[in-house]
Nanobody, 120 residues
């Protein structure tokens, strides 16, 4: 059973920083793409950042230049460094990972989410 467990969320003032972590455990599972999404109340879930196995990254327009996604393959952990936080970054942040698991099939997994609240 593959599990994604996020941590690092919390309450921070505008302009501050947080680093989210997502530990991927269980398997067998080889991560192809890992991503962070977020969902604010009454809004659709949106892609924040993604990183693929080769290390290429992409970011949502609203976080470019402020957030950085990275991964530590040895620790099976994906990070999201969030700087210059704004109140509009307030949301539940979810970790997502897809990749190959049992029998070489592609699987997609989600974490339970971690709340980020940015006060003005």
């Amino acid at each position: 059973q593959v599990q994604l467990v996020e941590s690092g969320g919390g309450l921070v003032q505008a302009g501050g920083s947080l680093r989210l972590s997502c530990v991927v455990s269980g398997g067998p599972f080889s991560i192809n793409r890992a991503a962070w999404y977020r969902q604010a109340p009454e809004q659709e879930r949106e892609l924040v950042a993604a990183i693929i196995s080769g290390g290429s990254t992409m970011y949502g327009d609203s976080v470019k230049g402020r957030f950085t996604i990275s991964r530590d393959n040895a620790k099976n952990t994906v990070y999201l460094q969030m700087n210059s936080l704004k109140p509009e970054d307030t949301a539940v942040y979810y970790c997502n990972a897809d990749g190959f698991g049992m029998a070489g099939l592609m699987y997609d997994y989600w974490g339970q989410g971690t709340q980020v609240t940015v006060s003005s």
